[in-house]
Antibody, heavy 118, light 110 residues
């Protein structure tokens, strides 16, 4: 079955760090552009970061640039998001999503909740 | 930060037709980038509904249709059904090398 499963969310204090994982099955992450998209409670969708199929190019939203790092492990077929210097406004459900040619997302995980609070 | 503007809510009776607008700018929709639409049922992840302005993925009913013109796009739902009650988001690409989403529209079936 083709699916994405996120994990690693939880409660973290402001200024802390967290690493999210997204395990893919039924396809390879290295063959696709992969993104993280987040949704704060009761709010809309916000794109966070993307990594290209080659793995050598990454882009970030201005709101997370310099604090978050996207990466992947092809041997584990897993996408990651390292989040440092977390702020309250980073609290959200984080989804990983597969991108297809045309800059849209055809497959989404169920998401993992990150709460930044003291 | 959302750069595509949608109405916060639309509503209609079962069987009616409703439309959702999505307004962008010259750096995204107006630059020629396609518009895509997602449906998010309560408590679930977004699901691709329309891609490439007007194309439906396999399994999406033909009650859903999309169009694009200039710096705007729209999603139409004809023959509205109770299971269509959800949040809907448009999405495009921006020349600033980022993906942009709409502000989201809640569809209520009266």
């Amino acid at each position: 079955e083709v699916q994405l499963v996120e994990s690693g969310g939880g409660l973290v204090q402001p200024g802390g760090s967290l690493r999210l994982s997204c395990a893919a099955s039924g396809f390879t992450v290295r063959g696709n552009y992969m993104s993280w998209v987040r949704q704060a409670p009761g709010k809309g969708l916000e794109w966070v970061s993307v990594i290209n199929s080659g793995g050598g190019t990454t882009y970030y939203a201005d709101s997370v640039k310099g604090r978050f790092t996207i990466s992947r492990d092809s041997s584990k077929n897993t996408l990651y998001l390292q989040m440092n210097s977390l702020r309250a406004e980073d609290s959200a459900v984080y989804y990983c999503a597969r991108e297809v040619a045309g800059w849209y997302f055809d497959l989404w995980g169920r998401g993992t909740l990150v709460t930044v609070s003291s | 930060q959302s750069v595509l503007t949608q109405p916060p809510s639309v509503s209609g009776a079962p069987g009616q037709r409703v439309t959702i607008s999505c307004t962008g700018s010259s750096s995204n929709i107006g630059a020629g980038y396609d518009v895509h639409w997602y449906q998010q049922l309560p408590g679930t992840a977004p699901k691709l509904l329309i891609y490439g302005n007007s194309n439906r993925p396999s399994g999406v009913p033909d009650r859903f249709s999309g169009s694009k013109s200039g710096t705007s796009a729209s999603l139409a739902i004809t023959g509205l059904q109770a299971e269509d009650e959800a949040d809907y988001y448009c999405q495009s690409y921006d020349s600033s090398l980022s993906y942009v989403f709409g502000t989201g529209t809640k569809v209520t079936v009266l």
